[in-house]
């Protein structure tokens, strides 16, 4: 009788991007704000100041989606699956958590339905799984092979 191969797991980009929050968001919320002051009291100090307003935001958004691919180049075709008592992990990012040693998984659900978990080891290292393409059947998987961790669930305020 042959056994299945366990099933693996791989980072989505999209959900992945979810999680991505920067200040060029502010300055961009803010610039209507000084567009319209520039506007409204016209002066060189004003103007340049909606200039520079606007130049920062957009440096701030390209400085993101440049970390951003690059973080995704690091992870993209990682593969994880639970194996014989370890959490293992192929591709870019390779190595074995050994599960016995995790004491606490933490899910924390966005809009009713799992996002990320963080997975609190024994030696007090945190590890965050981010992005997964499916967080609900890795929290399942997770139960099966660590039902001596302790679960808990927290709701994210965004």
């Known amino acids: 009788m042959s056994e299945s191969a366990p099933r693996k797991y791989r980072y989505a980009r999209d959900k992945l991007r979810s999680h991505w929050f920067s200040m060029w968001v502010l300055y961009a919320t803010g610039l209507p704000l000084v567009a319209a002051g520039a506007y409204f009291y016209p002066s060189p100090p004003a103007t340049g100041l909606a200039i520079v307003w606007a130049v920062l935001a957009l440096l701030l958004w390209w400085r993101e989606r440049r970390a951003e691919a690059a973080h995704w180049r690091d992870i993209d075709g990682t593969a994880l699956w639970f194996d014989d008592g370890h959490l293992c992990c192929e591709g870019p990012i390779q190595g074995r958590l050994d599960l016995i040693e995790v004491r606490e998984v933490r899910a924390f659900l ?49």
Not at 130 to 157: C, E, H, M
């Open 110 to 158: 966005k809009r009713g339905e799992v996002d990320r978990l963080a997975i609190k080891h024994a030696s007090g290292h945190t590890v965050l799984f981010i992005g997964i393409d499916d967080p609900a059947a890795f929290l399942a998987d997770f139960r099966r092979n660590v039902p001596r961790a302790s679960y808990q669930t927290t709701k994210d305020w965004l």
